[in-house]
């Protein structure tokens, strides 16, 4: 398995600010990815973060509002920028090793924008 | 366009009792399919996941079942325990190079197990 920490767990927020995620893997990792899950919702991949590289982003998902790093193969940020009420959602982190077929998820961090 | 869909919101289910959950995609090229349990305000936990090349996989209390033809697959728990009440979600890979760790998620089913 994989141990993944999402900073900050939850957090509430002023529309219009912008806030920025961290996920830190205890071991490298092939592939990380940023997903979404609004209020009732289902989980939506928002991006592939891509190491040492531009985030691979899905359709309806933009780099201006959902900027990502990855540094490196244990670490990646997403920043959710300019936040409105519709940005309320749990933001999840997930990671794939890349030597099975097991794709593991951290806590996640709920944003509430007030 | 929901390629991966759970069809019932919510499953109720006495203790000791089977429960069973399932799931219908529609994308064929779909290689691997993954459950995940998920509390509130939580990340999902990895439960069992199938390979698209069996029709059965089994881990503990825990057997999925994939019915290639019908493109159905279905998670069966038993016995059922108060502890297995929690949001249940279906989720299938794309097929293809550099997909290994993309998922596309069904709407997930609310299982609750009455003592």
């Known amino acids: 398995s994989a141990v993944i920490s999402q900073k900050p767990s939850r957090d509430i927020c002023q529309r219009g600010t912008s806030l920025t995620i961290q996920c830190q893997v205890d071991s490298q990792v092939t592939m990380m990815f940023w997903y979404r899950q609004q209020p009732g919702q289902s989980l939506t991949l928002i991006a592939t973060?891509?190491?040492?590289?531009?985030?691979?982003?899905e359709s309806g998902f933009v780099i201006d509002k959902f900027p990502i790093s990855r540094p490196n193969l244990t670490f990646s940020t997403l920043t959710v920028s300019n936040m409105s009420p519709e940005d309320s959602s749990i933001y999840l982190c997930?990671?794939?090793?890349?030597?099975?077929?097991?794709?593991?998820f951290g806590e996640g961090s709920w944003l509430t924008v007030v | 366009d929901q390629q991966v869909k759970q069809n019932s919101p919510s499953l109720s289910v006495q203790e000791g009792r089977i429960s069973i959950l399932n799931c219908d995609y529609t994308n064929s090229m779909f290689d691997y399919f993954l459950w995940y349990k998920k509390y509130p305000a939580e990340g999902p936990t990895f439960l069992i996941s199938i390979s698209s090349i069996k029709d059965k996989n089994e881990d503990g209390r825990f057997t999925v079942f994939l019915n290639k033809s019908a493109k159905h697959l279905s998670l069966h728990i038993v016995p059922s325990q108060p502890g297995d009440s929690a949001v249940y979600f279906c989720a299938a890979r794309p097929g293809g190079y550099n997909q290994g760790g993309k998922l596309i998620f069904g709407q997930g089913t609310e299982l609750s197990v009455k003592p």
């Open positions: 997930s990671v794939y090793r890349g030597d099975g077929n097991t794709i593991y």
């Open positions: 973060a891509n190491q040492g590289s531009e985030a691979t982003y």
